[in-house]
């Protein structure tokens, strides 16, 4: 199954802008990347997916380089609300389902 | 319902004990998830169900641990002779598809502590 690597933890204050980066060098081309949010006690929330470019929703930004070997989200202006832990994740392909998911970013925003 | 509905939300057990743990999908998800959740650890992948069947079932930890999916609809994650190592969070997702790239709703989960 397709890896990926995320830092263990990030710290960012209130107002700022955060980009949580994800390593996911072998990628396969059907796959798309998800990004997921968790706060304690609760189970995991969809944030934004997509394939290449850039994808941007209500809550957040996602950059994809050409390559695909990694990608980045970003949350404008975090606040205390968005202390919480973020996978980043990968389809597995046509034919394969399994929704693997790493040890996330935990991210911390500080008053 | 309006979203994946888990229950209980918390069971605490003797060791060697069964256990069953309940899962009410999201009304015409075909794809359901089990996933466990040790405290401060990342998901880990039980298995999956497309409609009624398990094409996956790679990520159960042993043989004390089986699951079930019946109409298509509610699924069942029976552990038995329970362990203390089996105490953890277990979260159960839907999804329209099980592709693994689309959208997957979770329920709250299921707190299992066996003492």
């Known amino acids: 199954l397709a890896k990926t690597t995320q830092p263990i933890s990030m710290d960012s204050y209130e107002g700022q802008e955060v980009n949580i980066t994800c390593s996911h060098n072998?990628?396969?081309?059907?796959?798309?990347i998800t990004w997921y949010q968790q706060f304690p006690s609760q189970g995991p929330r969809f944030i934004i997916q997509?394939?290449?470019t850039k994808v941007t929703n209500e809550v957040a930004s996602l950059f994809i380089p050409a390559d695909r070997k990694s990608s980045t989200l970003s949350l404008p202006r975090v606040s205390l609300s968005d202390t919480a832990v973020y996978y980043c994740?990968?389809?597995?392909?046509?034919?394969?389902?399994?929704?693997?998911f790493g040890k996330g970013t935990k991210l911390s925003v500080i008053p | 319902g309006a979203g994946v509905s888990q229950s209980p939300s918390n069971k605490v057990t003797e060791k060697g004990k069964d256990v069953e743990l309940r899962c009410d999908p999201i009304?015409?998800?075909?794809?359901l998830y089990w996933y466990r959740q040790s405290l401060g650890q990342g998901l880990e992948f039980l298995i999956y169900f497309q409609g009624n069947s398990a094409p996956d079932k790679s990520g159960l930890p042993s043989d004390r641990f089986s699951a079930e999916r019946t109409g298509g609809s509610v699924s069942t994650l029976t552990i038995q002779r329970t362990q203390q190592e089996d105490s953890a969070v277990y979260l159960c997702?839907?999804?329209?598809?099980?592709?693994?790239?689309?959208?997957?709703?979770f329920g709250q989960g299921t707190r299992l502590t066996v003492v």
């Open positions: 997509g394939y290449k």
């Open positions: 997702a839907s999804s329209l598809r099980g592709l693994g790239n689309t959208e997957a709703f």
């Open positions: 994740l990968m389809g597995s392909g046509a034919g394969s389902y399994q929704l693997t």
């Open positions: 009304s015409g998800h075909t794809a």
């Open positions: 072998n990628i396969a081309t059907n796959d798309y």
